[in-house]
């Protein structure tokens, strides 16, 4: 349990010492314990400063996490869920916003919650993915969903020019027309769809470039990538109650952001924060992407690669 008086100390901190691309990076810092008992405790959160909270909560699905029980009566985990949910609203500034990364079985109690508290659904995404467990008894696994909601949908953190992608008539049939800035997008380019696939977006497993041992729930770093860049500014504020291996930190920090962070397990936090340290494996690897279904016709035009 947290301590009740006092100041909450954390149990691995870094201050900016990383130079990104968006100058000197914020401070790091990861709390090891329930995020029900911490959240309360970090005067951040106590004081409602955080810009952007990214969550991948444990599913309850009987995952051999370390140290954590992974299998909860229905009950007992809706009201875990709810409790967590709560405290990371409440440490929201007014321009602030949320994701949830979670799957089907508990993903439309999340978004009822959500709107009892007020918050505006912005998107409902989903990251799809292939290598998705095998099952003799129903269709395989292949997507979670990425709720993003906001605070305050008029004052939201917004930054469609950090995650433009090539279009797919530019990169699919070369059509002139996607020559012709429109909208206000610039030429071939446009905002990615809600379905989140492509070449780096696989779940990280077996040789994957960025797979770290002793975690087998690894997001890759191109979703929190894209996340972090469209809804928060250099200089934010990033909470991430369920740290796991580390990416939201990983990335939030290569791109200026503060971090805040809570992990359950001693082992999983110093991983996760060695990896912080560490940097980044793939950053970058969204500029010019292309997620067209079908494989280009032609070379993408130079015009819609700039």
């Given at each position: 349990?947290?301590?009740?008086?006092?100041?909450l100390?954390?149990?691995?901190?870094?201050?900016?010492?990383?130079?990104?691309?968006?100058?000197?990076?914020?401070?790091?810092?990861?709390?090891?314990g329930?995020?029900?008992?911490?959240?309360?405790?970090?005067p951040?959160?106590?004081?409602?400063?955080?810009?952007?909270?990214?969550?991948?909560?444990?599913?309850?699905?009987?995952?051999?996490?370390?140290?954590?029980?992974?299998?909860?009566?229905?009950?007992?985990?809706?009201?875990?869920?709810?409790?967590?949910?709560?405290?990371?609203?409440?440490?929201?500034r007014d321009?602030?916003?949320?994701?949830?990364n979670?799957?089907?079985?508990?993903?439309?109690?999340?978004v009822?919650?959500?709107k009892?508290?007020?918050?505006?659904?912005i998107?409902?995404?989903?990251?799809h993915?292939?290598?998705?467990?095998?099952?003799?008894?129903?269709?395989?696994?292949?997507?979670?969903?990425?709720?993003?909601?906001?605070?305050?949908?008029?004052?939201?953190?917004?930054?469609?020019?950090?995650?433009?992608?090539v279009?797919?008539?530019?990169?699919?049939?070369?059509?002139?027309?996607?020559?012709?800035?429109?909208?206000?997008?610039?030429?071939?380019?446009?905002?990615?769809?809600?379905?989140?696939?492509?070449?780096?977006?696989?779940?990280?497993?077996?040789?994957?470039?960025?797979?770290?041992?002793?975690?087998?729930?690894?997001?890759?770093?191109?979703?929190?990538?894209r996340?972090?860049?469209?809804?928060?500014?250099?200089?934010?504020?990033?909470?991430d109650?369920?740290?796991?291996?580390?990416?939201?930190?990983?990335?939030?920090h290569?791109?200026?952001?503060?971090?805040?962070?809570?992990?359950?397990?001693?082992?999983?936090?110093?991983?996760?924060?060695?990896?912080?340290?560490?940097g980044?494996?793939?950053?970058?690897?969204?500029?010019?992407?292309?997620?067209?279904?079908?494989?280009?016709?032609r070379?993408?035009?130079a015009?819609?690669?700039?």
């Amino acid at each position: 349990m947290a301590k009740k008086s006092g100041t909450l100390k954390p149990t691995h901190e870094m201050k900016g010492s990383l130079r990104s691309e968006a100058g000197e990076a914020k401070g790091v810092r990861v709390y090891v314990g329930d995020c029900r008992d911490m959240l309360p405790e970090i005067p951040q959160v106590k004081r409602g400063e955080v810009d952007l909270v990214f969550a991948d909560p444990p599913f309850n699905w009987s995952r051999a996490y370390d140290e954590w029980h992974d299998k909860m009566p229905r009950e007992d985990y809706l009201d875990f869920t709810y409790a967590w949910l709560d405290l990371c609203v409440d440490a929201l500034r007014d321009h602030g916003a949320i994701w949830v990364n979670i799957p089907d079985d508990t993903c439309a109690e999340i978004v009822l919650h959500l709107k009892e508290r007020k918050l505006t659904m912005i998107n409902w995404c989903v990251w799809h993915y292939r290598f998705g467990q095998n099952t003799k008894t129903r269709f395989i696994n292949s997507k979670v969903h990425a709720l993003y909601f906001a605070k305050n949908a008029r004052n939201r953190r917004w930054n469609a020019e950090e995650v433009l992608e090539v279009s797919d008539r530019a990169s699919t049939y070369f059509d002139p027309r996607t020559m012709d800035k429109r909208d206000g997008m610039p030429a071939g380019k446009r905002l990615p769809m809600d379905v989140w696939y492509g070449e780096y977006w696989g779940r990280i497993q077996g040789n994957n470039k960025e797979r770290r041992h002793g975690h087998d729930n690894q997001l890759p770093e191109v979703y929190l990538e894209r996340v972090i860049r469209a809804t928060s500014n250099p200089g934010d504020l990033v909470l991430d109650p369920f740290l796991g291996s580390g990416t939201t930190g990983v990335v939030a920090h290569a791109l200026g952001r503060g971090f805040i962070g809570t992990e359950f397990s001693g082992a999983n936090a110093k991983r996760a924060f060695d990896r912080i340290q560490n940097g980044p494996i793939r950053l970058g690897a969204l500029k010019d992407a292309v997620t067209a279904i079908h494989k280009p016709r032609r070379k993408v035009p130079a015009a819609a690669a700039k």
